[in-house]
Nanobody, 123 residues
Framework: QVQLSESGGGLVQAGGSLRLSCSAS????????IGWFRQAPGKEREFIGA????????WHTDSVKGRFAISRDNGVNTVYLQMDSLKPEDTAVYYC????????????????WGQGTQVTVSS
């Protein structure tokens, strides 16, 4: 079973960048798609992107397209979320989730969340 842990969050000014990491334990990490989600205070969890098992295909929601990029390094069991041109509305707790599938871009396919990492963007 894959267990996930997010890191890399922090406080950044608008226009700045952060790179989040989603580190996994478990032998079969490279077999599964990973998704990134975020939850702002008082709002539902939002699906913002995903990457397939090999890293050859990604999907990003429109609100982050062109600013965020997901990648993975299966050699170190880690998926990354590079966030550039950050906006105050990107402020949220960011989570990664694992799917039992090699490739999916369906929000409902992901689960087994990590503890999340806080991203705060100041104006």
């Amino acid at each position: 079973q894959v267990q996930l842990s997010e890191s890399g969050g922090g406080l950044v000014q608008a226009g700045g960048s952060l790179r989040l990491s989603c580190s996994a334990s478990g032998r079969y990490f490279s077999n599964y798609a990973i998704g990134w989600f975020r939850q702002a205070p008082g709002k539902e969890r939002e699906f913002i992107g995903a990457i397939n098992y090999s890293g050859t295909r990604t999907w990003h929601t429109d609100s982050v397209k062109g600013r965020f990029a997901i990648s993975r390094d299966n050699g170190v069991n880690t998926v990354y979320l590079q966030m550039d041109s950050l906006k105050p509305e990107d402020t949220a707790v960011y989570y990664c989730g694992v799917s039992g599938l090699r490739e999916t871009f369906s929000q409902s396919a992901f689960g087994s969340w990590g503890q999340g990492t806080q991203v705060t963007v100041s104006s």
